[in-house]
């Protein structure tokens, strides 16, 4: 779902021996060379030196927000490649288009080996096989299909076309309780921990979570009777940075920390969500930790590169990783000045590289998806 323009005015080659001096300073002169033509958003999981030339930051809710409300001829997208897709989608939507004659916002991803490796677990040949294979044993107008906005735009679209819906960490509670009150069951993909972790808070049991794993033979592994059982069908996915934190990890620091508060993203494995004393996304973890008291002792279970900047950011309170293992994610981490530098040169120069540009019949059903998401959180 993107192109690769081939002509662009400046090889990449040329940008990989500049030091961060020189990167910085022409990144600078690029973006006030573009002034209000452009808008860079970045992740909260973005290196320092890059979230540092962001106009503005947020996690995977406020930016596709940022991306369908902002107006703009550039946005330069400082994450992975599924949030792309979705600032192009939501961006370039019919209204907007019309509201600006049919001028088209260009979205650029610095580096396209920016992926998502929970995305790539699931495929859309494999969504629709399991959908027809669910098919043969329950109803599937009984389902609501449901995407973690972690995952590729032809998922969204397969959500846009069966009634389904898009979520992200911040909002899956609400579109779990919206999915229910039109239907039985969910199937939910790809993130099994996201599921799993929203749908006990609501009070539905593992026994009514099959995991389906779309290698298995039959059945996706699990049974005719586990799936007629079933509340939420659960996709075999899972994010290699948040599924690295253990509950010994937890066991660790409260052995060795007294008063210390475990605060985890829900994309851990539920062994962590269950013993940690809060969990929420991205925006939740900055929100309590900027609101804590000045002493607080936190030791926390996301990105590496988030949890080092609010170390930073409240000297004030005591902030710990909470694995050993610095797990971080390794593909945000390929967007670097570099790369940044030479996407907004070749913008300036009028010859956009690594533009993200969805399919328009995967854009228009992914769209559906999206908007009944935007619009009930
Ligand atoms: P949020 O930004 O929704 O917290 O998601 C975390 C994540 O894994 C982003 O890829
Ligand atoms: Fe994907 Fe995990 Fe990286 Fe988020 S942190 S982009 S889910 S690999």
Request: glycine share 6%; proline share 4%; aromatic share 6%.
């Amino acid at each position: 779902m993107s192109t690769n323009v081939s002509l662009s005015q400046y090889s990449f080659n040329d940008y990989r021996s500049l030091d961060n001096e020189t990167l910085n300073g022409r990144i600078r002169l690029a973006k006030e060379t573009l002034g209000s033509k452009l808008l860079i958003l970045g992740h909260h999981y973005q290196q320092d030196e890059v979230i540092e030339h962001a106009d503005l930051r947020g996690d995977s809710l406020e930016l596709s927000r940022m991306a369908a409300e902002r107006d703009c001829e550039f946005i330069v997208f400082c994450g992975v490649h599924f949030m792309a897709e979705t600032a192009d989608i939501v961006s370039n939507r019919p209204e907007r288009l019309r509201e600006r004659d049919n001028q088209r916002v260009t979205v650029v991803l610095p580096d396209m080996a920016a992926g998502c490796s929970m995305a790539d677990m699931a495929a859309i040949d494999q969504v629709e096989n399991a959908w027809a294979d669910l098919g043969d044993v329950i109803d599937t107008s009984e389902i609501t299909p449901v995407t973690y906005i972690n995952s590729a735009a032809s998922l969204k679209a397969f959500c846009g076309r069966h009634g389904g819906i898009v979520c992200t960490s911040s909002n899956a509670p609400k579109i779990l309780e919206w999915a229910f009150a039109k239907s039985k069951r969910v199937l939910f993909f790809p993130d099994q921990h996201l599921g799993r972790n929203t749908a006990l808070k609501m009070g539905i049991t593992n026994e009514q979570m099959p995991v389906w794993d779309p290698y298995a033979d039959e059945f996706g592994g699990t049974s005719a009777e586990a799936l007629k059982n079933s509340r939420v069908i659960l996709w075999k996915g899972h994010c290699s940075v948040h599924q690295m934190f253990r509950p010994e990890h937890v066991a660790a620091f409260r052995a060795n920390h007294s008063d210390i508060q475990i605060l985890v993203h829900p994309e851990c494995p539920q062994d962590v969500n269950d013993i940690a004393d809060l969990s929420g996304s991205t925006g939740y973890i900055i929100r309590t930790v900027k609101a804590a008291k000045p002493g607080t002792k936190w030791a926390i279970g996301t990105e590496l590169h988030l949890v080092n900047r609010l170390k930073k950011e409240h000297p004030e309170q005591e902030i710990h990783f909470l694995s050993p293992v610095l797990c971080m994610c390794s593909t945000m981490y390929r967007i670097d000045l570099a790369h940044l530098c030479w996407s907004l040169e070749n913008l300036v120069a009028g010859t956009p590289v690594n533009v993200i540009e969805v399919n328009a019949e995967i854009a228009k059903h992914s769209l559906e998806a999206l908007e009944r998401m935007l619009e009930i959180t």
